[in-house]
């Protein structure tokens, strides 16, 4: 079973704003050539029972006959108390793990974790690379996994490990050729590490992936959901990413997924502890 998703009436902005319209356009498609679409995902999600738990998991398996393209997560309930902790595309496995924890001295109240697969048919050759860090007690943390040459990004994750729920996802940033995850500790003083996973495919002769975003404005609002524009037609989204400004450390990712029917990526996130300070949450959609 899946929760909904509800987001505001989203905007679209281009990766770089400060490029001229048509150039930034360019940038957006990964060209000037009309896009062909290449891809027909499934979107495969498994949620756990709610409860009021230290830690949960959940993992969703592609059914037989698809290839993993993507990956997501959602935290439902206890909102800015449970840390997304990881969301591992495993391609060997055709699968995705989502793992919750609760942040900080834990709450009472009932929460679930939900694992969200993006499969799909046409998509072949896709592999995964990562990048890790070192495990230390350094605050922030930022790895960047690159595709091998002759690939484009299709999906992205991230694993922190060492930390439980003290520390938080901050970006998980896609481009065409990589992925790039941040993260930051909350104060705990954890000693912990960050992967950064992102899944490649060759693309094939006229198909023009591309990268669509919208953001909230900046502000104190605590709770903030982002919902993508729909990907350029005919293309479908294979791929969700997420990036907070401003929080650093004082807001939690509940959310970072494509829409049940893959065609715009949504992130949702939470203040911790109070926080007032002024951020933006960024959501991004890989479009085949």
Do not use: H
């Not at 009436?9 to 896009?35: E, F, K, N, S």
């Not at 990907?231 to 990036?243: I, N």
């Amino acid at each position: 079973m899946s929760v909904p998703f509800k987001s505001p009436q989203p905007r679209r902005i281009l990766a770089l704003g400060a490029a001229t319209a048509a150039a930034a356009a360019a940038v957006l498609l990964g060209g000037a050539t009309p896009a062909q679409a290449i891809a027909n995902p499934t979107v495969v999600s498994v949620v756990t029972a709610a409860g009021a738990l230290a830690n949960a998991s959940s993992t969703a398996v592609c059914p037989a006959g698809l290839n993993l393209v993507g990956a997501g997560g959602r935290i439902a309930g206890a909102a800015g108390l449970v840390t997304m902790t990881d969301v591992i595309p495993d391609v060997a496995g055709n699968q995705v793990t989502v793992n919750g924890n609760e942040a900080g001295a834990g709450t009472g109240v009932a929460w679930a974790v939900e694992a969200i697969a993006i499969c799909d048919p046409v998509i072949v050759g896709v592999v995964r690379v990562s990048a890790v860090s070192a495990r230390d007690g350094v605050a922030s943390k930022g790895m960047t996994a690159f595709c091998p040459v002759n690939t484009s990004l299709t999906g992205l994750g991230y694993e922190l490990r060492g930390a439980g729920g003290d520390v938080f996802p901050d970006d998980v940033v896609p481009t065409l050729n990589s992925a790039t995850v941040t993260a930051f500790d909350n104060g705990a003083g954890a000693t912990w590490s960050v992967e950064s996973y992102a899944l490649c495919a060759p693309v094939p002769a006229g198909a023009v992936p591309s990268i669509v975003t919208a953001a909230t404005g900046l502000n104190a609002i605590a709770a903030k959901t982002i919902t993508t524009p729909i990907c350029p037609a005919p293309d479908r989204t294979v791929g969700a990413g997420a990036r907070m400004t401003g929080a650093t450390g004082n807001a939690i990712l509940t959310q970072m997924a494509t829409n049940p029917v893959a065609t715009r990526g949504v992130a949702s996130a939470d203040a911790y502890n109070g926080f007032a300070g002024n951020w933006r949450l960024e959501s991004f959609a890989i479009c085949w």
